[in-house]
């Protein structure tokens, strides 16, 4: 699912990935209310025949709301595509999402890993070094902790991939950042196990060209 990165000429123009089945995308610089729509038509599709249709129209309404809310939440985050599922499974909603931040560039700090790693995280716990289709970047795992004045009441797990555009100049990075609330424990087993997806989902991400 190609999505467009400002660079240079000689960098990608975007990027693609493989979602999980089940999974949508809400572009956020353009198009936003047409994806929001056909999401929410697709999830009322899927309700029981035999739902009064008052009740159809207000679960359309509040799925809307709900969009909406997000997708302003991650444009405040200066995400440009926010990835998230539309499908249950097993009866519930997955409680994760991921977003496509728009590049950003970081100081002149020369080509030591630390200095890069804490300019663009300064708070980051847990990182590794990583190479993903040819762009050296890193692996930020953590927990963050519930922030009333910005309307998080859950403690969230939250995994960042950061990787340096290619050939871009001056150098900018692109972030692809992971967050549930899973079952309310950060650091239980179903937090791994959707952590897990999101790592696998970021083996099939590729830089675009045109």
């Known amino acids: 699912?190609?999505?467009?990165?400002?660079t240079t000429a000689a960098a990608p123009t975007g990027y693609n990935l493989v979602q999980p089945p089940g999974?949508?995308?809400?572009?956020l610089r353009e198009g936003t209310s047409e994806a929001i729509k056909r999401i929410v038509d697709r999830s009322v599709d899927e309700l029981p025949d035999d739902i009064p249709r008052d009740d159809l129209a207000k679960a359309r309404m509040e799925l809307i709301k709900r969009l909406k809310r997000v997708a302003r939440q991650a444009r405040e985050s200066r995400a440009m595509?926010?990835?998230?599922?539309?499908?249950?499974?097993?009866g519930m909603a997955l409680p994760a999402s991921f977003i496509v931040s728009e590049p950003l560039t970081v100081?002149?700090?020369?080509?030591?890993?630390?200095?890069?790693?804490?300019?663009?995280?300064?708070?980051?716990?847990?990182?590794?070094?990583?190479?993903i289709d040819g762009a050296t970047g890193f692996r930020v795992d953590g927990v963050a902790q519930p922030d009333i004045a910005r309307d998080v009441e859950f403690a969230s797990r939250r995994v960042e991939y950061l990787?340096?555009?290619?050939?871009?100049?001056?150098?900018k990075w692109l972030t692809i950042s992971f967050s549930t609330i899973a079952d309310g424990r950060p650091d239980g087993e179903m937090a791994e196990l959707l952590?897990?997806?999101?790592d696998a989902v970021m083996t099939t991400f590729r830089w675009s060209h045109s």
Request: negative net charge; aromatic residues 4%; hydrophobic residues 40%.
């Open 195 to 198: 952590v897990d997806l999101f």
């Open 1 to 6: 699912m190609p999505e467009t990165i400002d």
């Open 23 to 27: 999974w949508d995308m809400i572009p």
């Open 107 to 131: 100081p002149a700090v020369g080509q030591d890993a630390g200095l890069v790693l804490s300019s663009l995280r300064p708070d980051a716990s847990q990182s590794e070094e990583i190479t």
């Open 81 to 90: 595509d926010l990835h998230l599922p539309v499908e249950r499974v097993d």
């Open 163 to 171: 990787l340096q555009i290619p050939d871009s100049a001056p150098p």
